[in-house]
């Protein structure tokens, strides 16, 4: 069974840093493209940034982009997402996912081709 647990989010004032992390099995780690995405209010659940198994490739929405690093640690099986610059237009549930690695050698970005989700941290950018 593939379990994803986050943690890391909180309340930030605008231009602060927040670092979320993903823990998993070493078994789900070694085996899945891991992935976040972010929902908030009202709005569809959107692509954030996503690492490849390998950890040689790395995806960004261009909303993340100068902004946002992911990162694999293989010695504790956790990926991070560092968030630098917040805005209040972060706000938002931020979830990480695992996508199974025989759907493709690379990370795909949809949300649909994530096959196993965590249960959410919640990140809140004030003004």
């Known amino acids: 069974q593939v379990q994803l647990s986050e943690s890391g989010g909180g309340l930030v004032q605008a231009g602060g840093s927040l670092r979320l992390a993903c823990e998993t099995s070493?078994?789900?780690?070694?085996?899945?493209?891991i992935g976040w995405f972010r929902q908030s209010s009202g709005k569809q659940r959107e692509f954030v940034a996503a690492?490849?198994?390998?950890?040689?490739?790395?995806l960004y929405a261009d909303f993340a982009t100068d902004r946002f690093i992911i990162s694999r640690d293989n010695a504790k099986n956790t990926v991070y997402l560092q968030m630098n610059g917040l805005r209040p237009d972060d706000t938002a549930v931020y979830y990480c996912?695992?996508?199974?690695?025989?759907?493709?050698?690379?990370?795909?970005?949809?949300?649909?081709?994530?096959?196993?989700w965590g249960q959410g941290t919640q990140v809140t950018v004030s003004s």
């Open positions: 996912a695992a996508q199974e690695t025989s759907k493709s050698s690379y990370v795909l970005t949809g949300w649909r081709q994530f096959d196993y």
């Open positions: 070493e078994r789900t780690f070694r085996s899945y493209h």
């Open positions: 690492a490849s198994v390998s950890g040689d490739s790395s």
